[in-house]
């Protein structure tokens, strides 16, 4: 369920409600007297400092459509508010919850946040699709194991991509917001710290009718020491990681380019026939599927290949589109006549002589397609192609747009 996240009206009036909501909660747990282990101390010496405020302006959060309703009500939502949860269409950073199920069985929530510099949210969000993924956390990877099944993963809350001198104090902020959200919701198993605050969240733990996944909140988690680099170290510092992914994807291409053409030359080498087979056959199948790519594809082909003159007949001094056609030019009685000295006969020179005569005059010429042909019957059998057909189609069409 795609969504903008451009509101507008009545809907912005509810995003700033929520948004002071979730802030309140968040503020209060950071504040929390606990030991430093259990929440890390940048979260409220920076959050909680003036310059909180504008880590928050800098990463202007849109909440999910019914989260207000919810955090208001006196009961925790039933699960299939999570299966309502948006995705976004584009770049951004996000907390998301993850809602999986099995028949028999209570479904089971975890919360997450994906906050990469580059892809955003996506990247992470997309590795509980596979089972066996090695980025997937312990107790969601044990209930795949289980027999659990991914019903929905959508997102609570986004915000655009922050500059890179701003990337390591968001992400704290969206560190705070996930922790708060994990807690507000029970995705976090029980520990004897939930004393601490218990008190205030809406609701209690025996309310909730799913299972805790996190093994933490994130409200533990640092950013490290890029709170305390300048702005300008902080975008040489992103600029550095930047160039560092770039190098890495080249390197993976290169390896899986590699691995790739050993496998081809292996299956090539083991059985010809059987290779040449599959491959007319994933041809096939991917022409099927996208036949506008495949028609620009000959198209760029041939042209390149009359530019080339890759298909000429050095014996009639012609050029040809592909192979087939150069082919079937060899096994003309033009061809065979001119290539064993044969002169033409009195009717063949007439025939040449009409059909340079014909096309000079544009006698048997398609408008749609700006093609010529030497005689009727070409011309109506051409009439009769897809290729034509779609051409026509648009020229139509355009006509009455226009």
């Known amino acids: 369920m795609p969504v903008q996240s451009t509101l507008g009206g009545r809907a912005t009036s509810e995003q700033t409600t929520v948004g002071r909501l979730v802030d309140d909660y968040m503020f209060r747990h950071i504040n929390l007297d606990v030991p430093d282990w259990y929440i890390n101390p940048d979260h409220k010496a920076l959050l909680g400092s003036a310059e909180g405020a504008s880590i928050c302006a800098a990463t202007p959060l849109t909440y999910a459509p019914g989260l207000l309703d919810v955090l208001q009500a006196d009961t925790p939502p039933s699960p299939n508010f999570f299966m309502t949860t948006p995705t976004v269409d584009g770049k951004s950073w996000a907390v998301y919850a993850a809602l999986l199920t099995k028949d028999g069985c209570d479904p089971a929530l975890y919360i997450g946040s994906g906050t990469d510099a580059l892809c955003g949210h996506r990247k992470r969000v997309a590795v509980y699709h596979d089972k066996e993924n090695r ?23 986004w915000a655009p991509i922050p500059s890179p001198e701003m990337v390591q104090r968001a992400r704290l902020r969206f560190l705070a917001v996930e922790g708060t959200l994990t807690n507000l919701f029970f995705s976090v198993i029980p520990t004897c710290m939930d004393d601490f605050w218990a008190d205030i969240v809406p609701w209690c733990r025996e309310d909730v009718v799913w299972r805790s996944t996190n093994s933490h909140t994130a409200l533990q988690e640092g950013v490290g020491d890029g709170l305390n680099l300048s702005e300008e170290q902080l975008r040489r510092r992103e600029d550095d990681r930047k160039r560092r992914s770039k190098e890495r994807s080249k390197k993976a291409y290169v390896k899986n380019t590699q691995a790739m053409r050993a496998q081809y030359d292996l299956e090539r080498a083991r059985d010809i026939d059987a290779f040449r087979l599959k491959k007319r056959i994933q041809a096939a199948s991917w022409t099927a599927k996208n036949r506008p790519k495949a028609r620009e594809g000959w198209a760029r082909g041939k042209k390149k290949a009359l530019a080339e003159r890759r298909f000429y007949c050095e014996t009639c001094q012609r050029v040809f589109a592909d192979s087939s056609k150069l082919a079937r030019h060899n096994k003309s009685t033009l061809h065979k006549n001119k290539s064993e000295g044969v002169p033409p006969t009195a009717k063949a020179l007439e025939r040449q002589a009409y059909s340079a005569r014909v096309i000079a005059d544009r006698t048997f010429h398609c408008a749609p397609c700006n093609q010529l042909f030497n005689c009727a019957s070409r011309l109506e059998a051409h009439n009769s192609t897809r290729k034509h057909l779609d051409k026509h189609a648009a020229v139509i069409a355009s006509q009455q747009i226009s």
């Not at 990877?141 to 959508?154: C, E, K, M, P």
């Open 135 to 157: 980025m997937l956390p312990c107790y969601v990877r044990a209930l795949y194991d289980g027999g659990f099944d991914l019903a929905h993963v959508g997102l609570l809350c």
